[in-house]
Protein backbone atom coordinates (compact mmCIF):
# COMPACT_ATOMS: atom_id res chain seq x y z
CA UNK A 1 0.00 0.00 0.00
CA UNK A 2 1.23 3.37 -1.11
CA UNK A 3 0.92 5.87 1.84
CA UNK A 4 1.07 10.04 1.74
CA UNK A 5 1.51 11.62 4.87
CA UNK A 6 0.47 15.15 4.54
CA UNK A 7 0.98 17.53 8.34
CA UNK A 8 -0.67 21.18 8.01
CA UNK A 9 0.43 23.28 10.89
CA UNK A 10 2.58 19.98 11.97
CA UNK A 11 5.73 18.64 11.49
CA UNK A 12 5.33 14.49 11.40
CA UNK A 13 8.00 12.82 13.39
CA UNK A 14 8.81 9.28 13.08
CA UNK A 15 6.45 8.52 16.05
CA UNK A 16 3.43 9.99 14.18
CA UNK A 17 4.22 8.16 10.97
CA UNK A 18 4.71 4.77 12.72
CA UNK A 19 0.89 5.57 14.64
CA UNK A 20 -0.33 6.10 11.29
CA UNK A 21 1.24 3.14 9.70
CA UNK A 22 0.07 0.80 12.55
CA UNK A 23 -3.63 2.39 12.25
CA UNK A 24 -3.52 1.65 8.07
CA UNK A 25 -1.95 -1.56 8.71
CA UNK A 26 -5.18 -3.09 10.59
CA UNK A 27 -7.62 -1.76 7.50
CA UNK A 28 -5.21 -3.06 5.19
CA UNK A 29 -5.49 -6.87 6.47
CA UNK A 30 -9.42 -6.23 7.01
CA UNK A 31 -9.53 -6.11 3.39
CA UNK A 32 -7.20 -8.91 2.51
CA UNK A 33 -4.32 -6.20 0.83
CA UNK A 34 -7.34 -4.12 -1.48
CA UNK A 35 -6.07 -1.32 -0.41
CA UNK A 36 -3.98 0.42 -3.14
CA UNK A 37 -2.86 3.79 -1.66
CA UNK A 38 -3.91 5.79 1.41
CA UNK A 39 -3.78 9.88 2.02
CA UNK A 40 -3.84 10.90 5.33
CA UNK A 41 -3.78 14.82 6.32
CA UNK A 42 -3.10 15.53 9.81
CA UNK A 43 -4.20 19.41 10.79
CA UNK A 44 -3.75 20.96 14.08
CA UNK A 45 -5.99 23.93 15.14
CA UNK A 46 -5.16 24.72 18.72
CA UNK A 47 -6.56 22.00 20.42
CA UNK A 48 -8.12 20.10 17.69
CA UNK A 49 -6.30 17.20 16.06
CA UNK A 50 -7.86 16.80 12.64
CA UNK A 51 -7.08 13.35 10.92
CA UNK A 52 -8.35 13.16 7.37
CA UNK A 53 -7.88 9.94 5.95
CA UNK A 54 -8.74 8.96 2.26
CA UNK A 55 -8.12 5.28 0.86
CA UNK A 56 -8.62 4.16 -2.53
CA UNK A 57 -9.03 0.13 -2.92
CA UNK A 58 -9.00 -2.15 -5.83
CA UNK A 59 -11.97 -1.74 -8.45
CA UNK A 60 -12.31 2.26 -8.00
CA UNK A 61 -13.58 2.38 -4.40
CA UNK A 62 -12.88 5.03 -2.29
CA UNK A 63 -12.87 5.00 1.90
CA UNK A 64 -12.78 8.42 3.43
CA UNK A 65 -13.28 9.13 6.87
CA UNK A 66 -12.48 12.49 9.31
CA UNK A 67 -11.62 11.87 13.10
CA UNK A 68 -11.28 15.37 15.26
CA UNK A 69 -10.29 15.01 19.15
CA UNK A 70 -7.43 16.38 21.40
CA UNK A 71 -5.14 13.75 20.54
CA UNK A 72 -3.55 12.44 17.57
CA UNK A 73 -4.33 8.80 18.38
CA UNK A 74 -7.75 9.16 19.40
CA UNK A 75 -8.52 11.52 15.85
CA UNK A 76 -6.73 8.60 14.30
CA UNK A 77 -8.79 5.65 15.81
CA UNK A 78 -11.39 7.65 14.81
CA UNK A 79 -11.25 8.00 11.04
CA UNK A 80 -9.92 4.62 11.10
CA UNK A 81 -12.81 3.18 12.41
CA UNK A 82 -15.08 5.24 9.84
CA UNK A 83 -12.97 4.22 6.85
CA UNK A 84 -13.59 0.44 8.60
CA UNK A 85 -16.94 0.52 8.45
CA UNK A 86 -16.71 1.50 4.68
CA UNK A 87 -14.39 -1.04 4.04
CA UNK A 88 -16.29 -3.51 5.64
CA UNK A 89 -19.44 -2.96 3.98
CA UNK A 90 -17.46 -2.93 0.29
CA UNK A 91 -15.97 -6.61 1.65
CA UNK A 92 -19.56 -7.68 2.01
CA UNK A 93 -20.65 -6.65 -1.79
CA UNK A 94 -17.48 -8.58 -2.76
CA UNK A 95 -17.73 -11.82 -0.71
CA UNK A 96 -22.03 -11.17 -1.68
CA UNK A 97 -20.94 -11.27 -5.28
CA UNK A 98 -18.54 -14.14 -5.02
CA UNK A 99 -21.06 -16.47 -3.76
CA UNK A 100 -23.79 -15.45 -6.02
CA UNK A 101 -20.81 -16.47 -8.65
CA UNK A 102 -20.36 -19.69 -7.19
CA UNK A 103 -24.02 -20.40 -7.04
CA UNK A 104 -24.47 -19.83 -10.22
CA UNK A 105 -21.82 -21.97 -11.34
CA UNK A 106 -23.20 -24.48 -9.60
CA UNK A 107 -26.33 -24.34 -11.23
CA UNK A 108 -25.02 -24.51 -14.83
CA UNK A 109 -22.96 -27.46 -13.44
CA UNK A 110 -25.91 -29.35 -12.76
CA UNK A 111 -27.73 -28.60 -15.96
CA UNK A 112 -25.60 -31.08 -18.03
CA UNK A 113 -21.73 -32.43 -18.77
CA UNK A 114 -19.63 -30.47 -20.50
CA UNK A 115 -18.23 -31.08 -24.29
CA UNK A 116 -15.06 -29.36 -24.77
CA UNK A 117 -14.70 -28.84 -28.65
CA UNK A 118 -10.63 -28.96 -29.50
CA UNK A 119 -9.26 -27.27 -32.55
CA UNK A 120 -11.45 -23.28 -32.13
CA UNK A 121 -9.02 -21.13 -30.92
CA UNK A 122 -11.48 -20.36 -27.66
CA UNK A 123 -11.97 -24.42 -27.44
CA UNK A 124 -15.80 -23.48 -26.95
CA UNK A 125 -17.83 -25.02 -24.47
CA UNK A 126 -20.97 -26.76 -25.11
CA UNK A 127 -23.44 -27.86 -22.42
CA UNK A 128 -25.62 -30.44 -22.99
CA UNK A 129 -29.13 -29.56 -21.76
CA UNK A 130 -32.08 -32.13 -22.57
CA UNK A 131 -32.52 -34.60 -25.71
CA UNK A 132 -36.04 -34.27 -27.04
CA UNK A 133 -37.53 -36.69 -30.27
CA UNK A 134 -36.91 -35.97 -33.92
CA UNK A 135 -40.78 -36.31 -34.93
CA UNK A 136 -41.27 -36.62 -38.68
CA UNK A 137 -43.50 -33.79 -40.29
CA UNK A 138 -44.07 -31.29 -42.99
CA UNK A 139 -42.69 -27.80 -42.92
CA UNK A 140 -46.18 -26.02 -42.47
CA UNK A 141 -46.94 -28.49 -39.11
CA UNK A 142 -42.97 -27.47 -37.76
CA UNK A 143 -43.89 -23.83 -38.17
CA UNK A 144 -47.34 -24.17 -36.60
CA UNK A 145 -45.71 -26.24 -33.37
CA UNK A 146 -42.72 -23.36 -33.55
CA UNK A 147 -45.64 -21.01 -32.22
CA UNK A 148 -46.43 -23.59 -29.46
CA UNK A 149 -43.18 -24.66 -28.61
CA UNK A 150 -40.78 -22.56 -25.61
CA UNK A 151 -37.49 -23.03 -27.58
CA UNK A 152 -36.94 -20.34 -30.39
CA UNK A 153 -36.42 -23.31 -32.93
CA UNK A 154 -37.72 -26.64 -33.66
CA UNK A 155 -35.73 -29.72 -34.85
CA UNK A 156 -37.75 -32.36 -36.81
CA UNK A 157 -37.50 -34.55 -39.25
CA UNK A 158 -38.90 -33.52 -43.19
CA UNK A 159 -41.60 -35.94 -43.97
CA UNK A 160 -41.41 -35.31 -47.85
CA UNK A 161 -37.05 -35.45 -47.74
CA UNK A 162 -36.67 -37.43 -45.01
CA UNK A 163 -33.88 -35.17 -43.60
CA UNK A 164 -33.54 -33.30 -40.52
CA UNK A 165 -34.36 -29.92 -40.10
CA UNK A 166 -34.78 -26.93 -38.34
CA UNK A 167 -37.06 -24.05 -38.17
CA UNK A 168 -36.59 -20.98 -35.81
CA UNK A 169 -38.07 -17.63 -35.61
CA UNK A 170 -35.96 -14.95 -37.12
CA UNK A 171 -35.76 -11.30 -35.02
CA UNK A 172 -38.29 -9.84 -37.43
CA UNK A 173 -40.60 -12.44 -36.51
CA UNK A 174 -40.80 -14.33 -39.53
CA UNK A 175 -40.05 -18.31 -39.44
CA UNK A 176 -36.63 -19.51 -40.90
CA UNK A 177 -36.10 -23.09 -42.21
CA UNK A 178 -32.35 -24.47 -42.31
CA UNK A 179 -31.88 -27.49 -44.64
CA UNK A 180 -29.46 -29.99 -44.86
CA UNK A 181 -27.34 -30.94 -47.63
CA UNK A 182 -26.49 -34.48 -48.46
Known amino acids: MRLVLTGRNVEISPAI ?4 ERKLEKLDRQTEHAVISAQVVLELER ?4 AEITLHARGDHIAHGLGDMNEWETSLTEAVGKVGQQLRRLKG ?3 AR ?7 RQAVETAGPVVRT ?8 VRRVRKYPVKPMSVDEAALALDEAENPFLVFRNADTDEVNVVYRRKDGRVGLIETER
Open 17 to 20: RKLV
Open 47 to 50: YRHL
Open 93 to 95: RWE
Open 98 to 104: RRAGAVS
Open 118 to 125: AGSPRSAV
